[in-house]
């Protein structure tokens, strides 16, 4: 696979790259794919990766339903 080396990162910018990288739990290098592949429209998603993903997520909060109530409030919250 080819590889590339970025030179001349402007500080703020290698730092806001490095926290979003922290935040989405992927590296420095993935990252930066992420947001090339994003930029140039290449990124595809894989419909069955989602499907698995919000199969699981279901999974998980059936056990402890929410109402709208609950939601409502939560919603709410902090708002002025």
Known sequence: MPALTLKNIPEPLYLQLKEAAKTHHRSLNSEIIYYIERGLGTHKIDIS???????ILREKTNANPITNDELTAAKNEGRL
Do not use: S
């Open 49 to 55: 990766e989602q499907i698995e993903t919000a199969r």
